[in-house]
């Protein structure tokens, strides 16, 4: 996958699921966690974030729950974390295409979703506090 995407410009985007949140919560800094605890989390948002925009169902959340979970790692954000700050920190992902973009989960396996509602990726903040 790697080889044959370089620039991460198409298939080698979805090795970054988790990723938006996760490298979020690295740029606003202040959480004392290594980059697998910060993409635990990711994965976990993205999954919860996949299923407001209807593209899972519950039963897959459950399941990335779980396998992070059989980690030992935390699906939720660190104590104080603020979502405005998380919201800009996304909002300069480098895969940003048209707008907020994010790796998402959904019927037709991982892929890049481009212009995902900011009101949306809010508001899903709060299922991963």
Not at 51 to 80: C, K, Q, T
Request: avoid cysteine; charge should be negative; charged fraction near 30%.
């Amino acid at each position: 996958v790697v080889a044959a995407d370089e620039r991460e410009a198409g298939r080698r985007a979805v090795l970054n699921y988790g990723h938006t949140l996760g490298h979020a919560i690295e740029t606003t800094g202040r959480y004392d966690l290594r980059h697998g605890e910060a993409v635990a989390v990711g994965l976990v948002y993205a999954a919860e974030l996949g299923r407001a925009l209807g593209r899972i169902d519950d039963e897959r959340v459950a399941e990335h729950r779980r396998v992070v979970d059989g980690y030992g790692l935390s699906g939720s954000l660190p104590v104080g974390a603020d979502p405005d700050e998380l919201m800009v920190a996304m909002g300069r992902d480098k895969k940003a295409i048209d707008g907020l973009t994010f790796v998402l989960d959904g019927p037709a396996g991982v892929e890049v979703v481009a212009g995902v509602d900011a009101g949306v990726v809010r508001d899903t903040i709060e299922a991963v506090r």
